[in-house]
Structures are given as structure tokens and as C-alpha cells.
């Protein structure tokens, strides 16, 4: 097996596992992350390269089974720290990976784990710094590993401008709005490419074309009470 697919299965396996620990752990079981939308990998880039990582996972708590996961889960501290941990170990293995393809020297740092309502949804947030996630040059910050060699995400991923700064990427995103990509849970980011560039405070695209209006994709990103509810 090469390392491209190496790197591209390890992170799978991160997000797939922290997502399992996250339900089995709380007594739920598991479900398709595409009847879930409101959950996403966020990469949060930093104009130094750095980036926040972030795995969201959210419970319908209008459904009985999943209400009972979440409250179980809310009130079991120790489980909340084991997920936390879990999620940076596996990304401590997939950055070493990155490491070792890109040449730069990546770290996991800053991981934490919070469990919050939002009106009648739960959020599981686990987060993370990725150190030297994003190639510097000059002021452009490039983005491609280890999301670039075989990485299909099982939720919709996410990737975020620093302030001031303009996205484009390839693939084509399926989302693009000011400072903020998004492709959907399942879409091949094989070959994945995404370039910040310092930009104007309109908006526009590397392409210089603005992004779509998507209230409610920016709120999901936010949180502000209207992430997507599970399927009963």
C-alpha cells in the first residue's frame, strides 16, 4: 500500500472512530453521517500555516434514543476526556504521516472536547491544533495533505480563511461562501488543493468571482442553534 493511501485511510479511520466512540460509548449505536447534516470536519486555517481542526457531531434530541445518548454522554466526564484523547492520538498518527510526505514538521496540540445544547439539538465538538497543516509562501498558504491523497469524508468538510484572506480550491467546492469552502459528506478531495491568499474585504474568490449566499450553511458552521437535526 503507498503512503498516499496510507495517509488518506488514517484519516478516515479518525474521524469514523472518534464518531464511533462518541455514540457506542453513550449507548446509542451508530447511523450514516449523510442523514446527519449538521456534522462536519472544520479546518480553520491560520494566516501562520497552523489550523484548528474540529469533528461535530450532533443528537436529535426530539428522539428518545438519542436524547438518552446525549444526556449519558453529557454527564459521563470521563468519557467526554477519552473521546478528546482519542481524537488527538489518531490525528497525532495521521500529522506524523503528513510529516513524513510533506516535510514539514506537523503536531497535534490544544485538544479539547465540549458537549453543549442547541435548542433541541446536542453538539459533540472534538478539536484540536494542527500545527503546519497549511504550506507557507510569502503570504499564500497552500492546503492539500493529508486531505489530498485518498481522503473521502464520511461528513461534510469544511475549510475556513484566515482573516483577510481569499479562498480557491480544486476540486470545485460544493459551497463557497465569503472565507468559507465546503464540500459534502462523500466527495472524492483526491488531489484536493486549497490556496489562501491575502484578499479584500469583499469576498471574492482567488477567481475573483463572489461566493454564493448560504445563510444557512454559515449558520450551521457557527452553531448559532440551526445545525441540522438527526433523523429519527
Sequence with gaps: MSRDTTVGTALRRAGLAVLVVAVVASGAGTAAADSHPGEAFVVDLAADGDAEVT??????LTTNSEREAFETLQANQTEVNEMRDSFASR??????????ETGRQMEITDAAATVRTESDTGVVELSATWTNLAAVDGEQL?????????????????????????????PTPDADV?????????????????????????????????????VGAVAGLLGVGLLARRAS
Excluded at 468559507?180 to 479584500?200: F, I, K, Q
Aim: charge should be negative; proline fraction near 7%; glycine fraction near 10%.
Design 142 to 170: 497552500t492546503l492539500a495533505e493529508p486531505f489530498a491523497s485518498d481522503y473521502s469524508p464520511d461528513r461534510e468538510f469544511v475549510v475556513t480563511a484566515p482573516d483577510g484572506y481569499r479562498l480557491s480550491a480544486m
Design 178 to 214: 465569503a472565507g468559507t469552502l465546503r464540500w459534502s459528506a462523500n466527495t472524492s478531495l483526491d488531489g484536493l488543493e486549497v490556496t489562501a491568499s491575502p484578499g479584500g474585504p469583499d469576498g471574492t474568490t482567488a477567481a475573483g468571482q463572489p461566493g454564493f449566499t448560504a
Design 91 to 100: 490525528l497525532a498518527g495521521v500529522a506524523s504521516s503528513a510529516s513524513e
Design 55 to 60: 469533528l461535530r457531531v450532533t443528537f436529535d
